[in-house]
């Protein structure tokens, strides 16, 4: 049974709406990632989360914002969203003091 | 800063022969280097990790030796199959404050042919 989850697994959104990207994981790691992957750049960190309550910027945060309701739960908030915004987005979880990652399916964004 | 450098795809191979991904790292921590693997329509998943200089790591008759001195950690595999196509991505684990972050390569693209 998947441990990572993404929903929706495709959205369309029009230029200046708001999106929301949710994440559930079952694997009880504290960590929670938000990447976003495009043709050229891999996999780029937008946010990311130390436990429930907290959210720490990544390495391009600007146009996101993140929030960690509980354990499970990590959302990813385009708040005004724009056309350079599509692209296909991955959450992950990890466990307390450990490096591996763990991936869900991702979620195709188009932002027309 | 902290970077990881790996070979610009796409890479076409036929069944039967052998695959290099270069990958290369920069950072002023004590790394430890992964590879993930990417199938079409999933997830980047584990593929192994090797947390020690000169160490091998493996999975699936994939190989890595993490080469402290050239601060490589290429990627290896003497005969590829068809159901090997899929991306690739080296990666490296920054430590800090309550926890960890990787930074990924850029990914390689294999294709391999029947």
């Known amino acids: 049974e998947a441990a990572v989850t993404q929903s929706p697994r495709n959205k369309v959104a029009v230029t200046g709406g708001k999106v929301t990207l949710s994440c559930n994981q079952t694997n009880n790691h504290n960590n929670m990632y938000w990447y976003r992957q495009d043709t050229g750049h891999g996999l780029r960190l937008i946010h990311y989360?130390?436990?429930?309550?907290?959210?720490e910027k990544g390495d391009i945060p600007d146009g996101y914002k993140a929030s960690r309701p509980s354990q499970e739960n990590f959302s990813l908030i385009l708040e005004l969203a724009t056309p350079s915004q599509t692209s296909v987005y991955f959450c992950?979880?990890?466990?307390?003091?450990?490096?591996?990652?763990?991936f869900g399916p991702g979620t195709r964004l188009l932002v027309l | 800063g902290d970077s990881v450098t790996q070979t610009e795809g796409p890479v076409t191979l036929s069944e039967g022969t052998s695959l290099t991904v270069n990958c290369s790292y920069e950072?002023?921590?004590?790394?430890?280097l992964f590879w993930y693997v990417q199938y079409p329509g999933e997830g980047p998943q584990l593929l192994f990790k090797?947390?020690?200089?000169?160490e091998k790591g493996s999975n699936r008759g994939f190989e890595a030796t993490y080469n402290k001195e050239a601060t490589s950690f290429h990627l290896q595999k003497a005969s590829v199959q068809e159901s090997d196509s899929a991306v690739y991505y080296c990666a490296l684990a920054i430590y800090g404050g309550s926890g960890n972050k990787l930074i990924f390569g850029t990914g390689t693209l294999l294709s391999v042919k029947p």
């Open positions: 090797v947390p020690k200089a000169n």
């Open positions: 950072t002023k921590q004590y790394p430890t």
């Open positions: 989360s130390y436990g429930a309550g907290s959210t």
């Open positions: 992950a979880s990890g466990g307390l003091g450990q490096d591996t990652q763990y």
